[in-house]
């Protein structure tokens, strides 16, 4: 099975801050990588899917890049919306595996 | 608009059975695979189980293979998983996630299990 690495698995930022959150996948899975962002008490949120597309209606100040094994979701100018939870997942497989995900906290 | 919403959690004992339903609306639930993901409390997402637009594929995590059965009903716009011989550690909100290119781009607003004697 293929394994999602994180990292930080938490971080303090400021408003206005350039945030920047790795993933590394234990093997190559091209560019099979989506980004989501998850509110304390509600249901994930898809940003970036493909490693560097961006979903419809989010902001442009998420952007995601990488391809293989290592990816990095940025997000510039940090607002007060973006403290929560990132979290990785691979689509190479069917089993879609998440990684252990990011928490942004207000500094 | 896009809508999935989760129905069928509770309070079951060890070595009892749940069967969830995920009421799809706003989309051609018929066009798409989709997929159970599940949140232990304070933990991460784990992706559980996936069948595709046909139910011709179906896949299972490790974790839940041979006990739960996930099925859909087109016709009803209906997706659902069938959870047997329940532990203490599938005490979880559980998720149906719409796939579409690969990700899951809508999610429902979840369903908690709780695992408990």
């Known amino acids: 099975d293929i394994q999602m690495t994180q990292s930080p698995s938490s971080l303090s930022a400021s408003v206005g801050d350039r945030v920047t959150i790795t993933c590394r996948a234990s093997?190559?899975?091209?560019?099979?990588l989506n980004w989501y962002q998850q509110r304390p008490g509600k249901a994930p949120k898809l940003l970036i899917y493909?490693?560097?597309s961006l979903q419809s209606g989010v902001p442009s100040r998420f952007s995601g890049s990488g391809s293989g094994t290592d990816f990095t979701l940025t997000i510039t100018s940090l607002q007060p919306e973006d403290f929560a939870t990132y979290f990785c997942?691979?689509?190479?497989?069917?089993?879609?595996?998440f990684g252990q995900g990011t928490r942004v906290e207000i500094k | 608009e896009v809508q999935l919403v989760e129905s069928g959690g509770g309070l079951v004992k060890p070595g009892g059975s749940l069967r969830l339903s995920c009421a799809a609306s706003?989309?051609?639930?018929?066009?798409?695979?989709i997929n159970w993901v599940r949140q232990a409390p304070g933990k991460g997402l784990e992706w559980v189980s996936s069948?595709?637009?046909?139910?011709?594929?179906?896949y299972y995590a490790d974790s839940v293979k041979g006990r739960f059965t996930i099925s859909r009903d087109n016709a009803k716009n209906s997706l659902y998983l069938q959870m047997n011989s329940l532990r203490v550690e599938d005490t979880a909100v559980y998720y149906c996630?719409?796939?579409?290119?690969?990700?899951?781009?809508?999610w429902g607003q979840g369903t908690l299990v709780t695992v408990s004697s």
């Open positions: 706003g989309f051609t639930f018929s066009s798409h695979s």
């Open positions: 493909a490693a560097s």
């Open positions: 997942q691979q689509s190479y497989s069917t089993l879609g595996t």
């Open positions: 069948i595709s637009s046909s139910s011709n594929y179906i």
């Open positions: 996630a719409r796939q579409d290119r690969g990700s899951y781009d809508y």
């Open positions: 093997q190559s899975i091209s560019s099979y």
